[in-house]
């Protein structure tokens, strides 16, 4: 028999109220006096602020240590996070931690497999014991456990500053409506898009032993945080858009804040690991394609597909390794103090020599791969 489901109250009181208020009041708003320049420019600010706060520093910061992070930096995170309404860092943490140690179980907080909805917010209403655990690193950190302490209070003294622009500028019923209101709505449903619909549409491009997928539709939603397949594969990687063309501003925030020192010591994964994985991926698919035809004509096909793709896996793989030694050379050579321009000249020629060799033996593995794909799904076609 099914365990009845019980709601806390306070949650479920907050989630739908905010929602059904923004529902009534936004279209009133805009029917009765339209949108003012200065309700959607703080609109626009709270969410944008405060949405990162959550994106860099709840979850990229806080949850995965995916870069370091100067006092202050930390502190204003902490306090524009709050404003979120979606709990403290630390537990936001250990919820997020657990999600990704058990993901798509049943001791995943907000699993997928018990539904869109669940996963979206019906987790948020339930009445159930989640104890804070696994943040042992973060409970050292005297202003994560100060927000801990204090989340609510700190929350409301953000969340209603735009009361405050509201007050000046004669419009406290607009910067309610919008500043408020329509923020918490729009910071609370961005935020749980990643748990439900990262989860059920788009592509597995890095890894398909998760649910998780790349949507390139919720990264602007989401302040890049929609290439979930990405994160899930490498979910300490300070990035979650990590290719230059995909959007990130969440990336790009941090990159600025590296620029003036304010944040560093980025942790990401190399090129060469994503793209052995997404060679994998695909040699997979391809080979679960080729299973379903003519075992006949494919069985010589797969045998290729194969090879190849090891071939182009083991030079990807030195070529990684390196890129490794060098930088450690570099780092010894550094500890030596000022080299003889002689010897470093030497070791220069060295790499270089060698990252040729590397390189042509990559592009040689690139062009056999592409050889056997191209058969692979020449013969998939006429089958």
């Known amino acids: 028999m099914t365990e009845a489901r019980r709601w806390d109250l306070l949650n479920t009181l907050f989630l739908t109220g905010t929602l059904a208020l923004a ?70 943490s250990s919820d997020h931690r657990v ?17 869109f909805w669940y996963a979206h917010w019906t987790w948020v209403m339930e009445s159930r014991d989640l104890p804070i655990a696994g943040v042992a690193d973060l409970e050292k950190d005297p202003l994560v456990r100060w927000q801990h302490r204090n989340h609510f209070l700190i929350g409301a003294v953000v969340a209603t500053l735009p009361l405050w622009i509201g007050l000046a500028t004669g419009n406290l ?53 929609g290439f979930h397949n990405f994160h899930h594969q490498w979910q300490w990687d300070y990035r979650n858009g990590a290719l230059w063309y995909q959007w990130d501003t969440t990336k790009w925030l941090l990159s600025v804040l590296g620029w003036l020192g304010l944040v560093g010591q980025f942790r990401r994964v190399s090129t060469e690991a994503m793209i052995r994985a997404r060679l994998l991926m695909e040699e997979k698919r391809l080979r679960e394609r080729l299973l379903r035809a003519n075992p006949a004509v494919t069985t010589v096909l797969q045998a290729r597909l194969g090879a190849a793709r090891l071939q182009l896996d083991s030079a990807l793989a030195s070529l990684h390794e390196r890129h490794e030694a060098w930088s450690h050379k570099k780092a010894e050579w550094r500890a030596k103090g000022v080299a003889k321009a002689e010897a ?40």
């Open 23 to 92: 529902l009534m009041l936004v279209p009133w708003r805009l029917a009765t006096v339209g949108l003012r320049w200065s309700e959607a420019l703080v609109f626009l600010a709270m969410t944008f602020t405060i949405g990162t706060a959550i994106t860099a520093g709840y979850h990229r910061l806080f949850s995965h240590r995916a870069y370091k992070a100067t006092k202050a930096v930390r502190f204003l995170f902490l306090c524009l996070g709050a404003a979120a309404f979606e709990n403290s860092a630390l537990k936001w």
């Open 344 to 383: 470093w000249q030497a070791v220069k020629a060295e790499r270089r020599a060698a990252l040729a060799q590397h390189r042509l033996e990559l592009k040689t593995a690139w062009a056999e791969w592409k050889a056997a794909r191209l058969e692979a799904q020449a013969a998939l076609a006429y089958v």
């Open 99 to 115: 999600h990704h140690q058990h993901v798509d179980t049943d001791q995943d907080p907000y699993s997928i497999r018990h539904g």
């Open 173 to 225: 019923l607009g910067h309610l409506v919008f500043g408020v209101v329509l923020r918490i709505v729009t910071t609370h449903h961005t935020t749980f898009l990643i748990n439900s619909a990262a989860h059920k549409f788009g592509s597995r491009p890095y890894t398909d032993a998760n649910t998780a997928r790349d949507n390139w539709l919720l990264a602007p939603l989401t302040y890049g945080e």
